[in-house]
């Protein structure tokens, strides 16, 4: 009871905070988000941070442009976070390729392939997990760029412009079906049904498995951790550099640390311009949606999740508890790095027993 009390809670203040961004109530919003969502980490602001101060130092041909984004982002010291391992990422990938090779592996092919064929190759993926009647994937006429899935409709959407190589299909088949799918599937079939729906506050950990195992499976290096721009503009906007922003604020802050990317990359001074005004305008719609833009310490911190999920099932999976864990990643919506959801896990007795149909099937 106390596990759905918890549920019940969550969503209530979700509510609230939709009923205080349709009022334009941004004191009530802030708290509610707070509620939900908490407040960005310091340690990985820190690390974030100091991470694109060095890249900045050690430019010195661009040093013209590193020179305005080392005047913004602030000197902080951070001890506490750091990359995986080479050895904790190369265990990472051969457990990870083993659980899920049968979803993954797909036809190679050159090049890169369009929505149409993308939709094409996710059908079969859903249908090797016999949930052809049950998920559909569309193509959607969208200027995001990203994929999704709708646990609701139980619909994948690929958006008409994307475009993707074989390796980059494999890391997304790995987050969007494998996990956020699959691990609905074995959630509704599990003792505790409130796993295929996901446990209070589960997203950090649900998107730290999705991220960890689209990098491992979609990337030969992992030399940078998921969500950065995410994270950096909220913890911005909240003023962790001791200076809440709005949504300009928060748009000049990003704009500047993309466009010294975009010109370390060799793009040219206008088109790395325009690119960084367009990410981190983007960037921005999503770090501010249900606010009003202009009061400035009040956004939408939903996004944290990325960074801070993709740092924490890397930190757990460095340890020797954190690999057992690995083994019950799949069996429902939880957050593996939460101390309560293991708790709750462990006292229903769900183990990585549960998962011997992933495990027969794969």
């Not at 009390?5 to 905070?17: D, P, S, T, V, Y």
């Not at 939709?119 to 994929?147: A, C, H, M, P, Y």
Request: proline share 2%; aromatic share 8%; hydrophobic share 35%.
């Amino acid at each position: 009871k106390q596990i759905y009390r918890w549920k019940i809670n969550e969503k209530l203040a979700q509510l609230g905070m939709m009923k205080a961004a349709a009022e334009g109530n941004m004191r009530r919003f802030e708290r509610y988000n707070g509620f939900v969502y908490g407040e960005p980490d310091e340690d990985i602001f820190a690390f974030s941070v100091g991470r694109i101060r060095e890249d900045a130092s050690k430019n010195p041909d661009l040093a013209w442009a590193a020179k305005d984004l080392l005047e913004t982002y602030p000197k902080i010291e951070n001890l506490d976070v750091s990359l995986p391992s080479e050895e904790t990422i190369n265990y990472v990938r051969e457990v990870t390729k083993r659980e899920l090779s049968k979803i993954t592996e797909i036809e190679p092919f050159e090049g890169k392939i369009d929505a149409e064929q993308i939709v094409e190759i996710f059908n079969r993926v859903i249908g090797k997990l016999g949930l052809q009647d049950e998920w559909r994937v569309v193509v959607e006429n969208t200027s995001r760029t990203g994929i999704s899935i709708n646990q609701e409709e139980k619909a994948a959407k690929i958006p008409q412009s994307r475009e993707l190589t074989q390796k980059s299909l494999e890391g997304l088949i790995a987050h969007e079906i494998s996990t956020h799918v699959q691990r609905r599937i074995n959630g509704e079939g599990s003792k505790l049904k409130l796993l295929g729906l996901g446990l209070d506050r589960y997203l950090t950990g649900e998107e730290g498995v999705a991220t960890m195992r689209q990098q491992v499976i979609g990337q030969e290096n992992i030399d940078e951790f998921a969500g950065l721009d995410y994270h950096l503009g909220i913890s911005f906007a909240r003023g962790l550099d001791g200076e809440k922003r709005d949504f300009r604020g928060v748009f000049e802050v990003l704009e500047k640390k993309n466009y010294f990317y975009n010109l370390k990359k060799g793009q040219g001074k206008d088109k790395a311009k325009q690119m960084a005004r367009n990410t981190a305008y983007n960037s921005c719609v999503r770090i501010f949606r249900g606010t009003d833009c202009k009061t400035k310490g009040v956004c939408f911190s939903k996004d944290l999740v990325y960074r801070e999920g993709n740092i924490g099932v890397f930190m757990l999976i460095s340890t020797q508890e954190g690999k057992q864990e690995m083994l019950r990643f799949s069996i429902g919506k939880y957050d593996p790095t939460n101390e309560r959801h293991i708790w709750i896990l462990n006292q229903l007795g769900i183990t990585d027993e549960d998962l011997s149909g992933v495990e027969n099937f794969s």
